[in-house]
């Protein structure tokens, strides 16, 4: 299949990209950064998703949203909402369409973090629902995938440093964070294999959300 992904040129975005190419599917990553990928049936396309002026893709038939910021101003609600409604959109609705993946965040489920960011994460899930209503017409699925703690360069602050590391991950049940790459197989799995799943988010934190400290 004909795969489109943004964000492609590092973390989440790369590993999907990475895992697709794996299962033998055509992909185009998209990024503002230059590609970090090389493979015979791999495109990279450097492109804002703010700008509507997009480059020609044709015939997407699985489209996974992975671009985001998290910068803790109004920009994190122009790029992870306004500009991936914008892409979508485009590239969506229309007859070759299977399946749309939106890399949201617990935050859009939790509320926390920062508020923009977690703003533009609840905006996100609740549009993917939109795109789920609409979508079903082509028989396709969209479903948003919240991660919680993700082990990737927008963390590196966290995870350079022993003690933050250890203080959230004490906030897990399982004591850890995702690797991109599992986050990639379950993108995978909501594109390629599930069917009969659509306008969810489905949560992949560890147990964080569902951690409390139970008094008797």
Known sequence: MKILVT?????????????FLKEGHEVTG????????????????????????????????ILVNSAGIQSQTVDDINV????????TEHFAFQGRIRSVVNIASASGITGSEFPHYAAS???????????ALRLAKYGA???????????????????DSKELY????????????????????WVYFLACVNRSMTGEALLVDNGEALKSNFIW
Request: proline share 4%.
């Open 121 to 131: 994460k609840g905006g996100l899930i609740a549009y993917t629902k939109n795109i």
């Open 141 to 159: 699925c969209a479903n948003a995938l919240c991660p919680g703690g993700v082990i990737t360069s927008m963390n590196k602050h966290i995870l």
């Open 7 to 19: 964000g492609s040129a590092g973390g989440i975005g790369q590993a999907v990209c990475e895992k």
């Open 166 to 185: 250890e203080a959230v991950l004490e906030e897990a049940l399982l004591h850890k964070w995702a690797y991109p790459e599992e986050i990639a197989d």
């Open 30 to 61: 998209m990024d503002i950064k230059e590609s970090v990928i090389s493979h015979p049936v791999y495109t990279h396309v450097v492109h804002d998703i703010r700008n509507e002026d997009y480059p020609e893709v044709s015939a997407v038939e």
């Open 80 to 87: 992870n909402l306004n500009g991936v409604i914008a892409l």
